[in-house]
């Protein structure tokens, strides 16, 4: 069984520019989860989707990050303008259930000059 | 607030040497406890987890760790640690709307 992936694995845009970011969670889960590690600091939660649906998106840090998960499967979070303090590694993560076992991709490395 | 504190930042061991890594989390409720590990180049690995039951879990790799709720603490430990340890350990705690709290993870690092 396939695991949690995400595309690109790293990116270097400039300040200004669009980056999006995409997540396959793994097949039948239904929960996914954006995260975020800055700077070497702690990995801070952005966002949770049911199926389609935003459950909790109390960790998103400003309106220049829109998450969609159209149809319930894959999701892309997407950063537009970046800004410098955007740099760090997004990771996503998935699961069955409701307060079951969240599993993670190997995070999209995000550099921002 | 609800809160992970790993206090050791950087931890160097010799391979062989027994291993305890520090978690403390601040929560109201009866936590959801997790440790993961990030190797260098890949992404976060579930090692074990708390949800109830027996305070003694059981992870991958030789890990286990401990609940203690009048610590308020979850510690890691390995009886003897390979050179394929060395990575970075984060202790998280799962709140109330399924969001999982991190600590600021604790560097593992390896001498042979």
């Known amino acids: 069984e396939a695991g949690v992936t995400q595309f690109p694995s790293h990116s270097v845009i400039e300040k ?28 801070k939660f952005l966002l949770h989707f049911v199926k389609e649906s935003k459950q909790d998106e109390s960790g998103m840090p400003n309106n220049r990050f829109l998450a969609e998960r159209t149809g319930g499967t894959y999701s892309t979070l997407k950063v537009q303008p970046a800004e410098l303090e955007d740099s760090g590694v997004y990771f996503c993560a998935s699961s069955l259930r409701h307060k079951e076992t969240q599993y993670f991709g190997p995070g999209t490395r995000l550099l921002v000059l | 607030a609800q809160s992970v504190t790993q206090p050791d930042i950087h931890i160097t061991v010799s391979e062989g040497a027994s291993l305890e890594l520090r978690c403390n989390y601040s929560y109201g409720a009866t936590p959801y406890l997790f440790w993961y590990v990030q190797s260098p180049g890949q992404g976060l690995q579930l090692l074990l987890k708390y949800f109830s039951g027996d305070t003694l879990v059981q992870g991958i790799k030789g890990f286990e760790a401990e609940f203690k709720r009048s610590q308020s603490s979850f510690n890691l430990r390995k009886p003897s640690v390979h050179w394929s340890d060395a990575a970075e350990y984060f202790c998280a705690v799962g709140a109330s709307t399924d969001k999982l709290i991190f600590g600021t993870g604790t560097r593992l690092q390896v001498f042979p």
């Open chain 1, 16 to 43: 200004g520019q669009t980056v999006t970011l995409r997540c396959d969670p793994i097949s039948g889960h239904d929960n996914l989860y954006w995260y975020r590690r800055v700077m070497g600091k702690e990995i």
